[in-house]
C-alpha cells in the first residue's frame, strides 16, 4: 500500500535562508506526487506535482521540489524564506486509483 | 469562482444529535472527498465519490453516511454525534480519470460535540 512519511513536525527557518521540507514515500508503481499549504482557518491549496520528467519541479510562490528516485524523497525547497511561508505543509502520493495520502503535515516557521 | 463551497462553517452540536455538513463545487469535477483533520493526524480520508451516484468508504468511514445528491453536490451525515467526531472537516473535488490533477478544498466546517 502506498504511504508517505513527513520525518518534521516542525521546521524553523530563518527569513532569508533557504528552507526544506522533508516527504519520503513508498509506492509499488510510479508515483504521482504533490505538496499542499494550509494557512489558518483555511482548506489545503496546491503547490506543484511531480508525475514524470524533470526531477525538478517549479510550482506556487518561488517553491520547488526534488524528486529523487532512489532516496524515494519528495523534498519541497524555497532559495529564499519569507515571513509569509509560516503555515502548514502537506507532503501527498497517488497511486493510480482515486485517492490521495497525505502526510501528516509539517509546521514551518519563519522567524524574522 | 467559488471552488468548493462548504457550509456551515462552525457548529456546535451535543452528544447523539444528527446533522449534515453540505458542500458543493461549480468546477465540473467528477471526484469529490470528505476529509477530518486532527492535530497530529494530519488528512484522513471519510468517504469519497469517483463520480455521480458512487460513494466509497475512506480510512475512517464509521459514524458517517454520505451522498451524492448530484455532480456537484456531495453531503457528510453524522447521525449520531459523538465527542470523538469533534474535528474540522475538509471537502475536495478532482477531476476524476486524471491521477495527476490536484484536489481542490473548501476551507473547511469546524464541528464540536459536546
Known amino acids: 500500500a502506498q504511504s508517505v512519511a513527513q520525518p518534521e513536525d516542525q521546521v524553523n527557518v530563518a527569513e532569508g535562508n533557504p528552507l526544506t521540507v522533508k516527504c519520503t514515500y513508498s509506492?509499488?508503481?510510479?508515483?504521482?506526487l504533490f505538496w499542499y499549504v494550509q494557512y489558518p482557518n483555511r482548506g489545503l491549496q496546491f503547490l506543484l506535482k511531480?508525475?514524470?520528467?524533470?526531477?525538478l519541479v517549479k510550482g506556487s510562490y518561488g517553491f520547488e521540489a526534488e524528486f529523487n528516485k532512489s532516496q524515494t524523497s519528495f523534498h519541497l525547497k524555497k532559495p529564499s524564506a519569507l515571513v509569509s511561508d509560516s503555515a502548514l505543509y502537506f507532503c501527498?502520493?497517488?497511486?493510480?486509483?482515486?485517492?490521495?495520502?497525505f502526510g501528516k503535515g509539517t509546521r514551518l516557521h519563519i522567524l524574522p | 469562482n467559488a471552488g468548493v463551497t462548504q457550509t456551515p462553517k462552525f457548529q456546535v452540536l451535543k452528544t447523539g444529535q444528527s446533522m449534515t455538513l453540505q458542500c458543493a463545487q461549480d468546477?465540473?469535477?467528477?471526484?469529490m472527498y470528505w476529509y477530518r483533520q486532527d492535530p497530529g493526524m494530519g488528512l484522513r480520508l471519510i468517504y469519497y465519490?469517483?463520480?455521480?451516484?458512487?460513494?466509497d468508504k475512506g480510512e475512517v468511514p464509521n459514524g458517517y453516511n454520505v451522498s451524492r445528491l448530484n455532480k456537484r453536490e456531495f453531503s457528510l451525515r453524522l447521525e449520531s454525534a459523538a465527542p470523538s467526531q469533534t474535528s474540522v472537516y475538509f471537502c475536495?473535488?478532482?477531476?476524476?480519470?486524471?491521477?495527476?490533477?490536484?484536489?481542490?478544498f473548501g476551507d473547511g466546517t469546524r464541528l464540536s460535540i459536546l
Open positions: 475536495a473535488s478532482s477531476a476524476h480519470g486524471d491521477s495527476n490533477q490536484p484536489q481542490h
Open positions: 509506492v509499488s508503481g510510479n508515483p504521482y
Open positions: 511531480y508525475i514524470t520528467g524533470d526531477n
Open positions: 501527498a502520493v497517488r497511486e493510480g486509483d482515486d485517492k490521495i495520502i
Open positions: 468546477m465540473n469535477h467528477n471526484s
Open positions: 465519490s469517483a463520480s455521480e451516484g458512487t460513494t
